[in-house]
């Protein structure tokens, strides 16, 4: 059964810091989603990783994936409030299902 | 359509009845998962469906839960005696065959509070 930890659980950062957030996950995955949860909304996918070593970047964010060592991350450059949101690795696993790890809920603060 | 649509987007029912959540995919998509959320939790598989046929529902919780998609199209989720621990988001997806090179699209979700 395929198991993720996402940590931290819970992060406030200051405008213009990084920060990085780590998604672990038990047993072989084919890709791993990275999605975005407004409070109240659905989720909007964010990056799809492919294969060992990939990495992608859209604006502040960037994703990358080690397949060996079953873990991805989600890099933060320069936060701006508009990032704070709660965010959501989910490796695929058999019968093309995603498995969801708790989520990390960013606060962005001025 | 244009999105994965889901309704209602609400639902408020009394403990022990019987409710049904849809799912209207994305045209031509032909796989449709339902994931469960509860609060402050990351979405759980319940089911999906290749086409017209169950593929995987070991998601189910128990034998209260049950979905069906009789068309391959439109998908109904259906929660018998109803307990208040069945609240919760419950959030749709489709994806083209199985999502070989994009990805699943959500739907906004149906939120259900058993009172």
């Known amino acids: 059964e395929l198991k993720v930890e996402q940590n931290p659980l819970f992060l406030s950062m200051q405008e213009g810091k990084n920060y990085t957030i780590y998604c672990n996950y038990s047993?072989?995955?084919?890709?791993l989603y990275w999605y975005r949860q407004d409070p109240g909304k659905s989720l909007e996918s964010l990056f799809v990783?492919?294969?060992?070593?990939a990495v992608k970047q859209e604006g502040r964010l960037m994703a990358s994936l080690d397949t060996k060592a079953r873990l991805s991350t989600l890099h933060i450059t320069a936060a701006v409030h508009d990032l704070s949101a709660t965010y959501f690795c989910?490796?695929?696993?058999?019968?093309?299902?995603?498995?969801f790890g708790k989520g990390t809920l960013l606060t962005v603060n001025p | 359509g244009a999105g994965v649509s889901q309704t209602p987007s609400n639902k408020v029912t009394e403990k022990g009845k019987y409710v049904e959540l849809r799912c209207d995919p994305i045209?031509?998509?032909?796989?449709l998962y339902w994931y469960r959320q509860s609060l402050g939790q990351g979405p759980e598989f319940l089911i999906y469906?290749?086409?017209?046929?169950?593929?995987?529902d070991s998601g189910l919780p128990n034998d209260r839960f049950f979905a069906v998609r009789p068309e391959g199209s439109v998908s109904t989720l259906k929660i018998q005696r109803t307990e208040r621990g069945d609240s919760a988001v419950y959030l749709c997806?489709?994806?083209?065959?199985?999502?070989?090179?994009?990805?699943?699209?959500f739907g906004s979700g149906t939120r259900l509070t058993v009172v």
């Open positions: 997806a489709s994806s083209p065959q199985t999502a070989s090179r994009g990805g699943y699209t």
């Open positions: 047993t072989t995955s084919d890709r």
């Open positions: 990783l492919l294969s060992n070593g």
């Open positions: 989910a490796p695929r696993g058999s019968n093309y299902k995603l498995t």
């Open positions: 045209s031509g998509h032909t796989a």
């Open positions: 469906f290749q086409g017209t046929g169950a593929a995987d």
